[in-house]
């Protein structure tokens, strides 16, 4: 931690802050952008009131201008359907709040523990499951982090930290060191899961100095989960930067959301595998959808989800399938939808 280490990294964080500062936010500035029907636009304002737009200009060129339906664009489009009240799509679909061990900290399954490092995203997807989230309570200075830290160090039988949020890569490299120091230094924990949609929608973000700052203990192993949902995500400045993070040695993880409209289909789905491993990333999971209000629109069925994933499994090898999950409050670990 010492300042030169700082000054650097402030030279290195410039264009990631400055592609973050792009990011469009603008109901019209997007519609305008991808020339999208202007039936949409008074719905998209209305929605954007309940979880605001947002979406990197990395992630906006990826999209094809013109197709309302776009797999990516819907991922962020507000639309009129977030309005729906429907039965069983709740504000807690995850039961973090039961899981909370301390402010940031969540202790659901045995051996890991999650830190809420930020509220903050590069992007607002609509499907969220933490769009309710109360992360106004959860910490936001260094020293409001000792009391997590502190259970942390307690609990020998922690083995994993997982910093998640939010997205934890939107904290600066010099906030991210100070948490990665004082995890490093708890003996018992031995690996350090990111849980990030950086690689994805802000690739500028892996940078020399975040690898290092996940490489450098030998005592703590990086594991980098990122969050793609659809092949076209999964290309030029994003592809390079997953190839980055894998030629550092960091196991990589995709997990994907099951989500109508986006991804439901096999063809995409195995396009979307294939790729993630041609670059050495892995399909860890893919998600049914946490039941949070406002996301009903984009449920699946579990019998179709199951369908999808065998016709997955005839086609690629067996790592190349993304174990179907579901979170289910109360259980000890992801289910597996059967
Ligand atoms: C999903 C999750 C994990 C990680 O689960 P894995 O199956 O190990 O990927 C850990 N803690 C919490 C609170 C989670 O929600
Ligand atoms: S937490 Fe993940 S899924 Fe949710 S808005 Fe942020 S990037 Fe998207």
């Known amino acids: 931690m010492s300042q030169d280490g700082e000054i650097s990294y402030a ?43 947002m979406v990197t200009e990395s992630f906006l060129r990826r999209m094809t201008p013109g197709d309302p339906h776009d797999p990516l664009l819907r991922q962020v489009l507000p639309l009129d359907a977030e309005f729906g009240d429907v039965d069983g799509f709740t504000i807690d679909a ?9 402010p940031g ?23 969220c499951f933490r769009r ?12 409001e982090w000792d009391a997590a830290l502190d259970v942390l160090a307690d609990d020998e039988s922690i083995s994993e930290v997982i910093l ?8 600066t490299d010099a906030r991210l060191e100070q948490l990665i120091e004082r995890i490093a230094a708890i003996p018992h924990v031995r690996r350090l899961r990111v849980h990030s949609r950086l690689p994805i929608v802000l690739p500028d973000r892996i940078t020399d100095c975040l690898i290092d700052l996940l490489t450098r203990h030998d005592s703590l192993t990086p594991i980098m989960v990122v969050h ?38 096999p063809d995409v789905l195995t396009s979307l595998s294939e790729r993630l491993v041609d670059l050495g990333v892995i399909p860890y999971y893919l998600h049914q959808l946490d039941r949070v209000h406002g996301t009903a629109h984009f449920e699946v069925a ?19 399938v993304p174990r179907l999950v579901r979170e289910v409050p109360g259980e000890l670990s992801k289910s597996p939808v059967l």
């Open 11 to 53: 030279v290195d964080e410039k264009d990631w802050h400055r592609s973050l500062a792009y990011a469009v936010r603008d109901i019209d500035v997007l519609f305008d952008r991808l020339d999208l029907p202007d039936h949409l636009r008074a719905a998209a304002h209305r929605a954007a009131t309940l979880f605001p737009l």
């Open 94 to 102: 995850v039961g973090d709040e039961a899981a909370r061990r301390a």
């Open 105 to 127: 900290l969540l202790h659901k399954y045995e051996g890991r523990a999650l830190l809420i490092t930020t509220g903050s995203c590069a992007v607002h997807c609509r499907y």
């Open 132 to 143: 309710h989230y109360p992360y106004g309570e959860e910490p936001r200075r260094l020293d």
């Open 164 to 171: 998640s949020g939010g997205d934890p890569l939107m904290l």
């Open 228 to 265: 793609a949902n659809h092949p076209a995500e999964v290309v030029n400045d994003c592809a390079a930067a997953l190839q980055q993070l894998v030629a550092n040695g960091i196991t990589t993880l995709n997990q994907a959301v099951l989500l109508r409209g986006v991804n439901d289909n």
């Open 302 to 320: 579990d019998e179709r989800a199951v369908a999808l994933i065998d016709t997955l499994r005839s086609r690629l090898p067996g790592y190349a």
